[in-house]
């Protein structure tokens, strides 16, 4: 087995086990056993998952309009956890929670637009510019 390979079973496996540590964590959280200790838990390992997605795909993507798209793309994951969790977690004031639920959607519409431009930009050399991109 190659050395690549090996680290890529790795990565996945370490991967594979954090998302069911956090479905272990939300089947916890929902008794009376420290349910909000088990929410944060829960958010901080997407939240790393999305930051290791994020610093992967810099390493990986060779073209450097995708990359930046891509980069993006995990950077608006990233923020619309944290939002999410500060929204359901951390503030319980009305007009926090009504201002925490708008700034919920902008990440929302933000990554399909995000993925339609990574689609149109794939294959393309790195100094060809598409007419939506400025």
């Known amino acids: 087995m ?3 390979k090996k680290n890529t079973i790795i990565t996945s496996g370490i991967a594979v086990l954090a998302v069911i540590l ?9 008794g009376s056993f420290y349910p909000m200790l ?7 390992i997407y939240i790393g998952l999305f930051a290791a997605w994020g610093l992967s795909v810099r ?7 995708v990359c930046r798209f891509m980069t993006v793309t ?10 999410r969790s500060a929204k359901y977690f951390i503030f319980w004031q009305q007009d926090a929670v009504r201002y925490l639920w708008y ?3 902008l990440p929302m519409l933000f990554v399909p637009m995000l993925a ?4 149109m930009s794939l294959g393309k050399p790195n100094k060809a510019r598409s007419r939506w991109v400025a």
């Open 2 to 4: 190659t050395e690549q």
């Open 22 to 30: 956090s479905y272990c964590f939300r089947i916890v959280g929902r």
């Open 38 to 44: 088990f929410s944060y838990l829960r958010s901080f």
């Open 59 to 65: 390493q990986r993507i060779v073209q450097k309009q």
């Open 74 to 83: 995990a950077v608006l994951l990233i923020i619309w956890m944290v939002v």
């Open 103 to 105: 700034l919920f959607y």
């Open 116 to 119: 339609l431009l990574i689609a």
